[in-house]
């Protein structure tokens, strides 16, 4: 399928999906939101995409937010339906049943630093800007920003960036925990791609579970997490891939999991 705001490429198991409004610096509208709901489902339906890239084209921006032309005139109900498609499919980009990286490659703004907040982890260009800085044109975050950034970094640091709207550098992002790793803007998406295929030769249902544990897990008290965890182990440790991990493992070689 071709799509007009995005771009999808899939290459040996690592699809990319790649934000492509680059003269709207990649700002999320309708139409935008609409085609990467339909890539979701595509990537989800796909048994081969290992991992999942998101980034975006040109070298400026991620993603610079909502569309604020798009969002400017819309009434209060129609902006509830905007804010509640949003929402609905950054949960479908989270419940993706694969590893989703976000390669921040400029700002990451608004819906934007929503987006990747809602991506397993983020490593960011050292020239990549996040914030949420809805409060300055008068509203708030729309796609989860004041629910996800908060469980990430902490509620005080996420009120702080909320109220005040202000930027954070790349470096700055790294060191409350935003972000995993920065990494030179020429060198980004390499590294990316390296640990996204090391995470490729994982196993597919280990890789799932342990993904599904860790997001139910942040929505549930510790004992229900740790009784999801103790049924994910189990159901992994009964799987082939089990037995070749752990036959790997003895006979002192490496482990080549075949999804089983
Ligand atoms: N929506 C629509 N267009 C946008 C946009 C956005 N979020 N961000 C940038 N653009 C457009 C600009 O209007 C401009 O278009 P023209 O060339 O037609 O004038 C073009 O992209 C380039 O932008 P700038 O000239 O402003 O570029 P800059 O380098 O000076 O600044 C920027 C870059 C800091 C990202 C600045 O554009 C900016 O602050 N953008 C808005 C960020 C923002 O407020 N995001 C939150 C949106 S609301 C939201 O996201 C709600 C939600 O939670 C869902």
Redesign the pocket.
């Given at each position: 399928m071709s799509y007009e705001c995005i771009v999808l490429t899939v290459d040996n198991g690592l699809a990319t999906l790649t934000f492509d409004r680059p003269?709207?610096?990649n700002?999320?509208?309708g139409a935008l939101l609409r085609e990467l709901s339909s890539a979701l489902q595509t990537i989800a339906a796909d048994e081969e995409i290992r991992v999942l890239v998101l980034t975006g084209a040109g070298d400026?921006?991620f993603v610079?937010?909502?569309?604020?032309?798009?969002?400017q005139h819309l009434t209060p109900l129609a902006a509830r339906h905007?804010?509640q498609f949003?929402q609905a499919v950054i949960d479908q980009l989270q419940q993706l049943p694969i590893p989703v990286i976000a390669a921040v490659n400029g700002?990451a703004?608004?819906?934007?630093?929503?987006m990747a907040l809602a991506c397993d982890f983020i490593y960011a260009s050292e020239t990549a800007?996040f914030?949420?800085?809805?409060i300055?044109?008068g509203?708030?975050?729309?796609?989860?920003?004041t629910q996800r950034l908060p469980r990430l970094i902490g509620a005080n640091l996420a009120r702080e960036l909320i109220f005040t709207?202000k930027?954070l550098s790349a470096a700055e992002a790294k060191a409350i925990g935003l972000v995993n790793t920065c990494l030179p803007a020429d060198q980004l998406m390499a590294g990316v791609y390296e640990v996204a295929r090391n995470i490729a030769r994982k196993g597919r249902a280990s890789l799932q579970t342990a993904k599904e544990a860790v997001r139910q897990g942040l929505n549930c008290d510790l004992k229900t997490g740790l009784a999801i965890e103790r049924d994910g182990f189990a159901l992994c440790l009964a799987s082939s891939d089990a037995q070749e991990g752990t036959t790997a493992f003895l006979e002192k070689r490496k482990a080549v999991f075949n999804g089983g």
């Amino acid at each position: 399928m071709s799509y007009e705001c995005i771009v999808l490429t899939v290459d040996n198991g690592l699809a990319t999906l790649t934000f492509d409004r680059p003269k709207a610096m990649n700002a999320l509208n309708g139409a935008l939101l609409r085609e990467l709901s339909s890539a979701l489902q595509t990537i989800a339906a796909d048994e081969e995409i290992r991992v999942l890239v998101l980034t975006g084209a040109g070298d400026k921006a991620f993603v610079a937010g909502a569309d604020i032309k798009e969002i400017q005139h819309l009434t209060p109900l129609a902006a509830r339906h905007f804010a509640q498609f949003g929402q609905a499919v950054i949960d479908q980009l989270q419940q993706l049943p694969i590893p989703v990286i976000a390669a921040v490659n400029g700002y990451a703004l608004g819906g934007g630093c929503e987006m990747a907040l809602a991506c397993d982890f983020i490593y960011a260009s050292e020239t990549a800007t996040f914030g949420l800085p809805e409060i300055s044109l008068g509203i708030i975050p729309g796609f989860g920003g004041t629910q996800r950034l908060p469980r990430l970094i902490g509620a005080n640091l996420a009120r702080e960036l909320i109220f005040t709207g202000k930027f954070l550098s790349a470096a700055e992002a790294k060191a409350i925990g935003l972000v995993n790793t920065c990494l030179p803007a020429d060198q980004l998406m390499a590294g990316v791609y390296e640990v996204a295929r090391n995470i490729a030769r994982k196993g597919r249902a280990s890789l799932q579970t342990a993904k599904e544990a860790v997001r139910q897990g942040l929505n549930c008290d510790l004992k229900t997490g740790l009784a999801i965890e103790r049924d994910g182990f189990a159901l992994c440790l009964a799987s082939s891939d089990a037995q070749e991990g752990t036959t790997a493992f003895l006979e002192k070689r490496k482990a080549v999991f075949n999804g089983g």
